[in-house]
């Protein structure tokens, strides 16, 4: 199995920046393609961004895209997510996830190991 555990999430005012992280511990963590979902309150959970096993590779949802960059560290078996001009409508709870397939996914059910997940709040 694979034990994931995000940090960095907080409140921050629209415009600002987060760095969220995502400690991975268990299997290789060079093994899986992996990315990053958020669930806001009363909404389902979307593909924010993903990242392929070496990192050569990215996927961005439309809504952060140019915002947002994800990252990977497999030295460090971390995964990242800069988040740069957050909005109001960026608030959510966001987890990382991971996937043993090749190629990685923005549908959640396509993730076998997910995070508990780290709340992320952007006043106006």
């Known amino acids: 199995q694979v034990q994931l555990v995000e940090s960095g999430g907080g409140l921050v005012q629209a415009g600002g920046s987060l760095r969220l992280s995502c400690a991975a511990s268990?299997?290789?963590?060079?093994?899986?393609?992996m990315g990053w979902f958020r669930q806001a309150p009363g909404k389902e959970r979307e593909f924010v961004a993903a990242?392929?096993?070496?990192?050569?590779?990215?996927y961005y949802a439309d809504s952060v895209k140019g915002r947002f960059t994800i990252s990977r560290d497999n030295a460090k078996n971390t995964l990242y997510l800069q988040m740069n001009s957050l909005k109001p409508e960026d608030t959510a709870v966001y987890s990382c996830?991971?996937?043993?397939?090749?190629?990685?996914?923005?549908?959640?059910?396509?993730?076998?190991?997910w995070g508990q997940g780290t709340q992320v709040t952007v006043s106006s």
């Open positions: 990242i392929t096993r070496s990192g050569g590779s990215t």
């Open positions: 996830a991971a996937t043993p397939r090749i190629s990685p996914s923005s549908t959640d059910a396509s993730y076998d190991y």
């Open positions: 268990g299997r290789t963590f060079s093994n899986y393609a």
